[in-house]
């Protein structure tokens, strides 16, 4: 287990695989932490230098007082990166985990070279729908979420196995600040415009039965980077990296294989 001390803020993050290889950095979505990647490391090929972290407000991060804005969100990132001498990475991420790397590709550039927006959007949900779930969750905890999210997150064939009750402790045991922190930064944001001047090889991965960010919404956003492509993954909801492991890690090894990342 490691941690960045940026002064305001401590994350946790995880380094696998070769030190001195091609870095691969994966971020988070909501209510997750960086396990949700377990099975796709796994599966990778040797010779990459495997990055992952908690957001702040999730997993063994500390967790500031809720709201939380995107800016910071990404600002954490940015400074996680460059106290890890990360440059010309591929930026995996995962829903508000795509977000942040939006951000982060619009302001740091020498950071990333190649995207991958799985199950994310330039703007996901309304802002009066984040202000709901951020009450629900302040008055009532994240276990009042817990069901629905549940039916989001996963097609019905992997709601009915033994391992749903993992993840489903999982995002319960994230802190309600970190939650709503998110929720409001996730209200807050709205990246078509600056995405759409975004010009580096990218990639978006959908699930078939994704109840929280769609494929044709996942389709809008990558849509706007010139030349990027798009993968759909049956069976598989919004946390497709959990339900269709072989599935997510190929595809992702194609692309790096396709961007030069590895040989
Ligand atoms: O997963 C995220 O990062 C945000 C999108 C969302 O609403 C996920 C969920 O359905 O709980």
Redesign the pocket.
């Known amino acids: 287990m490691q941690i960045a001390d940026l002064g305001d803020v401590q994350l946790h993050y995880r380094i696998d695989g070769d030190p001195d290889g091609a870095p691969i950095v994966f971020a988070n979505?909501?209510?997750?932490d960086l396990r949700v990647w377990d099975a796709v490391v796994d599966r990778l090929p040797a010779g990459l230098r495997i990055i992952r972290y908690d957001k702040r407000g999730h997993g063994l991060s500390s967790c500031p007082p809720a709201p939380y804005s995107m800016g910071a969100l990404v600002r954490d990132t940015e400074r996680l990166l460059d106290h890890l001498q990360v440059r010309d990475c591929m930026f995996v991420g995962?829903?508000?985990?795509g977000m942040i790397a939006q951000g982060l590709a619009v302001k740091r550039l020498d950071q990333i070279r190649a995207l991958v927006l799985s199950?994310s959007a330039a703007k996901?949900?309304t802002a009066e729908m984040w202000k709901e779930r951020m009450q629900t969750v302040q008055s009532d905890g994240i276990e009042a979420?817990a069901e629905a999210?549940m039916e989001?997150?996963f097609a019905r064939g992997f709601r009915a196995t033994p391992e749903l009750q993992l993840w489903r402790n999982m995002l319960v045991q994230q802190s309600r600040d970190g939650y709503a922190g998110?929720c409001a930064a996730?209200a807050g944001t709205d990246f078509y415009t600056p995405t759409s001047g975004l010009r580096l090889p990218c990639l978006g991965i959908a699930g078939t039965e994704d109840?929280?960010?769609p494929p044709d919404l996942v389709r809008e956003t990558v849509d706007l980077i010139p030349g990027s492509q798009f993968h759909l993954i049956r069976r598989a909801g919004?946390i497709a990296c959990v339900e269709q492991p072989d599935e997510y890690a190929g595809r992702l090894t194609a692309f790096l294989r396709e961007t030069g990342h590895i040989g």
């Open positions: 979505s909501l209510g997750t995962l829903s508000i985990g199950n996901i949900g979420l999210v989001r997150w998110c996730i109840g929280s960010t919004h």
